[in-house]
């Protein structure tokens, strides 16, 4: 059932669905799950996943369309504007010394047309998911207008200090927002650390993108997997998420069960594709782009996920694995110690690959412990991760920022 608001937020997500990636399918899920009464508008700059977002944004064209409910804003830049925006964007990721010029260039040609989007809500919420200029110049025209800013910063907490989200501009984005929303107590406390206002932060997860209708036996069946076990590494195919870890543990998972396939399920890029082309094996499994369907179909076929990611903000892999009732593999992180209790519902492996192999091989060796702790992540997802319970939460704090901005 959709949440009931009267407020009009308009999401701000620098990349957004058709894009696949966690923060542009969850913002989308949040979007339906908030109009169920009144409007709930998307702006973007992008909806392109293959290319770098700073280019997307100078070279789509704008756009307004509906999407169940979702009215979707488009940016686009004209002419020299364009021309201008494009050139700087070639450089963006390659000379650092041409960014500010980037974010200046960005934020003059926006302007405009971002503020003639923003008059028509009461908020403006921002999720991060790359290009700070974005969220710079959400938190600007915010301001400009006199409405709330609220910022959802998706903070990875293990950055290095002084880089991303501990870096100055992130310091000035935490000082300007009227509310953020944290995905656990870990990053809350850690945006509190960095400086943002501690009443104002607030913590709120995002929930899974699974549903019913799985066929994990047919999945099976189309890669001629028999009752083989099936390991599970679900997301971006990145040495950030911990791919090389799990491709890596490979032979020492093959030597107990060397009947075992490995999936990789997920975009890939450029920097493992050699990882893989050093690898030739029939139980190596690798598909870099699917549907939901057959997402539902490779969680329900799998016998456990191991995503050893290096940082994460939540992981809703994990939360996936949970809905199928399937066990979780991921390294010690501080933050998904509070998401994964370990030996309960998932092992939480040292970082290393000898600590991957064992933690998957402790779980191949003891189908009924890998049931059980599929069961206990299950009980856990309904118990905190309802998308409609998390609606209600994000229309909560909605009106907290704007009654305190109000005051």
């Keep these: 059932m959709r949440c009931k608001t009267a407020i009009k937020p308009l999401i701000w997500v620098p990349r957004y669905w058709p894009a696949i990636g966690g923060a542009e399918l969850h913002s989308r899920r949040l979007a339906h799950e908030l109009s169920g009464a ?12 293959n290319v770098l977002l700073a280019l997307g944004a100078s070279q789509s064209i704008a756009k307004k369309n509906s999407d169940t409910g979702t009215i979707v804003h488009r940016t686009g ?5 364009r021309e201008i925006l494009r050139c700087l964007a070639h450089w963006h990721a390659r000379w650092r010394v041409s960014r500010p010029f980037y974010a200046f260039a960005f934020r003059q040609f926006m302007a405009a047309q971002v503020s003639n989007i923003v008059q028509n809500y009461d908020l403006v919420h921002c999720v991060y998911n790359g290009l700070t200029e974005s969220a710079e110049l959400a938190a600007a025209t915010a301001n400009k207008q006199g409405k709330p800013f609220v910022l959802t910063p998706l903070a990875c907490t293990e950055q290095k200090k002084q880089q991303a989200w501990s870096s100055a501009r992130f310091h000035r984005l935490y000082a300007r927002a009227d509310a953020m929303i944290a995905m656990t107590e870990h990053e809350r406390q850690w945006l509190i650390k960095q400086g943002a206002v501690e009443e104002k932060v607030y913590v709120c997860p995002y929930g899974p993108l699974v549903d019913n209708a799985a066929e ?13 076990p099936l390991v599970l590494f679900l997301g971006r195919v990145t040495l950030d998420k911990g791919v090389d870890y799990l491709l890596g543990a490979a032979n020492q998972i093959w030597q107990q069960y060397p009947r075992t396939h490995i999936a990789f399920i997920g975009p890939q890029e450029a920097a493992v594709s050699a990882l893989f082309s050093q690898c030739h094996d029939d139980r190596l499994l690798v598909i870099d782009n699917i549907n939901q369907q057959q997402k539902n179909a490779v969680l329900d076929a799998c016998d456990l996920l191991c995503l050893p990611s290096r940082a994460e903000s939540l992981g809703v892999a994990y939360l996936e694995a949970w809905y199928f009732k399937k066990p979780v593999v991921a390294l ?27 933690a998957v091989c402790c779980l191949l060796d003891d189908p009924q412990r890998r049931n059980r702790m599929g069961k206990a992540g ?26 305190g901005y109000r005051r």
Aim: hydrophobic fraction near 40%; glycine fraction near 10%.
């Design 38 to 49: 009144g409007e709930v508008g998307v702006l973007t700059h992008c909806d392109d996943g």
């Design 77 to 81: 830049l004209q002419g020299c504007s």
């Design 216 to 228: 994990g036996q047919g999945f099976r069946q189309q890669y001629s997997l028999g009752n083989n």
């Design 332 to 358: 010690d992180l501080p933050v998904l110690r509070e998401v994964i209790a370990h030996n309960e519902d998932g092992l939480l492996a040292g970082h290393s690959i000898a600590a991957v192999a064992n």
């Design 378 to 403: 299950h009980a856990k997802l309904v118990r905190q991760y309802d998308w409609a319970r998390i609606a209600d939460r994000i229309v909560s704090i909605y009106a907290a920022a704007l009654a």
